[in-house]
């Protein structure tokens, strides 16, 4: 059930421009499980594509499902919805913060590995190359918490051209973007898995970064304006979800 609704959460974050679908897997506490067992699907061991398997169907299911209700909320209520991620997402680092034993360095990196590329001016070129490329940059911001997919395609300019083939079922731009997609994806897990092995507490205090450093980007201010007390309603909401998640399926 636990991963089934990571995957929801997963999902969802895929609908959401800024949200990381790497901090919903934190948030669920099935990230470290996830990332060993993208990193072994080669090996294809049962437990681990089981794993993949449920997930994917709570992705799948939401992306389907969702997709037109948080479309419309995007539209018309972007304040709200930011806020109630922004809730979400603070309950979840002070959950996280107790889990680890602090390291300022790779605290501070990972708060800016999620900033600075909001900073970055936004390319208007597209390749075949920068295809590839932008593919492997979204799959492997996918994988890592506080860092938006949408936002690295945007950075290397291929956003609006990734939507429109999606639009118009452009197969052959498809294939060679999720050909990028998928080895960025697995690159990343593999780097993630030996981290969490050999440097546990430093990777840790990693992830806490990229998460506080996903409050950035999901800030509600930078989505519009509302009512103030129905903003912090919905960040109240989101933040109570979290403390629900983390007691009862972490």
Do not use: W
């Amino acid at each position: 059930m636990r991963l089934f609704f990571a995957g929801i959460l997963i999902g969802i974050a895929n609908l959401i421009p800024g949200v990381s679908g790497g901090t919903m897997a934190v948030i669920a506490g099935v990230y470290e499980k996830l990332i060993s067992a993208i990193s072994n699907v080669l090996k294809f061991k049962k437990q681990d594509l089981k794993i993949l398997i449920i997930v994917g169907l709570g992705v799948l299911v939401s992306i389907f499902s969702l997709s037109k209700f948080f479309e419309y909320s995007l539209q018309n209520f972007p304040f709200y919805m930011y806020s109630f991620f922004f809730g979400l997402i603070f309950a979840s680092i002070l959950f996280l913060k107790r889990e680890v034993k602090l390291n300022i360095v790779p605290l501070i990196l990972g708060i800016l590995l999620v900033i600075i590329p909001n900073f970055i001016p936004h390319s208007s070129n597209s390749s075949i190359l920068k295809i590839v490329i932008a593919g492997f940059a979204g799959g492997a911001a996918m994988v890592v918490p506080g860092l938006s997919g949408s936002l690295m395609l945007l950075l290397l300019g291929v956003y609006e051209y990734i939507i429109s083939a999606i639009s118009n079922l452009n197969i052959g731009i498809l294939l060679i973007f999720g050909i990028g997609v998928l080895l960025g994806i697995y690159a990343v897990s593999l780097v993630m898995k030996i981290a969490f092995e050999r440097y546990e507490n430093f990777s840790k205090n990693l992830i806490l970064g990229l998460v506080i450093g996903s409050l950035y980007p999901i800030y509600p201010g930078f989505h519009g304006s509302g009512n103030m007390i129905f903003g912090l309603f919905s960040a109240i909401l989101g933040y109570f979800l979290s403390y629900m998640l983390s007691r009862y399926m972490i």
